[in-house]
């Protein structure tokens, strides 16, 4: 199982990041899958997920409710994390996982190198 996160950056606060997470090795098109991110010093915490169905349900941590659209391409094996009006506290390290449970999100413990999101304000 292998998962790749690409598309951080540094921006400045009130703009925007378009992250992606492609995947190898995991039945994709029945997968759960969900964006996770760790900020320094900090937990590991749950940030958004989606339904394995394309256009599926989506469920989003209240601090990103409204400002992040997840979605995902079962054609390309490819999640995406659309990231807008971004705030200081949005810097971490952004990962994405197959969820074993749906609610609440539990991902399987397989994790990937995390692409890192920098907010200056």
């Known amino acids: 199982v292998k998962v790749i996160e690409s598309g951080g950056g540094v921006v400045q606060a009130g703009n925007s990041l378009r992250l992606s997470c492609s995947t190898v090795?995991?039945?994709?098109?029945?997968?759960?899958m969900g964006w996770f991110r760790q900020a320094p010093g900090k937990a590991r915490q749950f940030v958004a997920a989606?339904?394995?169905?394309?256009?599926?349900?989506?469920k989003y941590a209240d601090s990103v409710k409204g400002r992040f659209t997840i979605s995902r391409d079962n054609d390309k094996n490819t999640m995406y994390l659309q990231m807008n009006s971004l705030q200081s506290e949005d810097t971490a390290v952004y990962y994405c996982a197959q969820l074993k449970i749906w609610s609440p999100p539990a991902p399987f413990d397989s994790w990937g190198p995390g692409t890192q999101v920098t907010v200056s304000s």
């Open positions: 090795g995991i039945p994709f098109s029945r997968s759960h």
């Open positions: 989606i339904t394995w169905m394309g256009g599926g349900t989506t």
